[in-house]
């Protein structure tokens, strides 16, 4: 069983940066491939970044390429989602997920996820 811990979102104009903690407890996290989604109100939660055990593959929506990383820390058992060149349209509810082995850009694929943090984007 794997605990997920989202923290670091909050209110930034457009153009600022943010970036997103997710911390794990429980499992061996260097077996999991990890994930960031999101989701804002009346839409269907979606893929925004994923990355495999190692960190050595990167998997990027179009919408955010270029714009965000994603990497992680197996020895802090973290992983990170640096946010640059914000958009409004970047709000919403941002989730970090856990799957074995592969990572994968399907919401149904991912077994364990967090709370979510906000992230809101001023015009």
């Known amino acids: 069983q794997v605990q997920l811990v989202e923290s670091g979102g909050g209110l930034v104009q457009a153009g600022g940066s943010l970036r997103l903690s997710c911390a794990a407890s429980?499992?061996?996290?260097?077996?999991?491939?990890m994930g960031w989604f999101r989701q804002s109100p009346g839409k269907e939660r979606e893929f925004v970044a994923a990355l495999s055990r190692t960190g050595a593959i990167t998997y990027y929506a179009d919408s955010v390429k270029g714009r965000f990383t994603i990497s992680r820390d197996n020895a802090k058992r973290t992983v990170y989602l640096q946010m640059d060149s914000l958009k409004p349209e970047d709000t919403a509810v941002y989730y970090c997920?856990?799957?074995?082995?592969?990572?994968?850009?399907?919401?149904?694929?991912?077994?364990?996820w967090g709370q979510g943090t906000q992230v809101t984007v001023s015009s």
């Open positions: 997920a856990a799957r074995k082995f592969s990572y994968s850009d399907n919401v149904a694929a991912y077994d364990y």
């Open positions: 429980g499992g061996a996290f260097s077996n999991y491939a």
